[in-house]
């Protein structure tokens, strides 16, 4: 069972940036997907950025395009998160995933509070 643990998060002013992170325990060929969700207060959880570790394909969710990158250091078994020019909407607990070919293990989160 592989395990994931997220940080960075924390507390920003809007358009401002944060990176979160997540190490995965086990070996990046195992677990082709990587994927980065969050939850608001009375929301489902939705899929944010996600990256095919074999062919480097990512895709976004509408709602971040142009504001987050997402990209995976293979010698790290890291996954990031770039968040710039966060706005208030962003603020959710933020959860990265892993699996084959897609979300099958999760990590515990790590809270983005963006304030306006």
């Known amino acids: 069972q592989a395990q994931l643990v997220e940080s960075g998060g924390g507390s920003v002013q809007a358009g401002g940036s944060l990176r979160l992170s997540c190490a995965v325990s086990?070996?990046?060929?195992?677990?082709?997907?990587r994927g980065w969700f969050r939850q608001a207060p009375g929301k489902a959880r939705e899929v944010v950025a996600q990256?095919?570790?074999?062919?480097?394909?990512?895709t976004y969710a509408d709602s971040v395009k142009g504001r987050f990158t997402i990209s995976q250091d293979n010698a790290k078994n890291t996954v990031y998160l770039q968040m710039n020019s966060l706005k208030p909407e962003d603020t959710a607990l933020y959860y990265c995933?892993?699996?084959?070919?897609?979300?099958?293990?999760w990590g515990q989160g790590t809270q983005v509070t963006v304030s306006s």
């Open positions: 990256i095919f570790i074999n062919t480097g394909t990512t």
């Open positions: 995933a892993a699996g084959p070919w897609g979300p099958l293990y």
């Open positions: 086990e070996y990046p060929s195992s677990l082709n997907y």
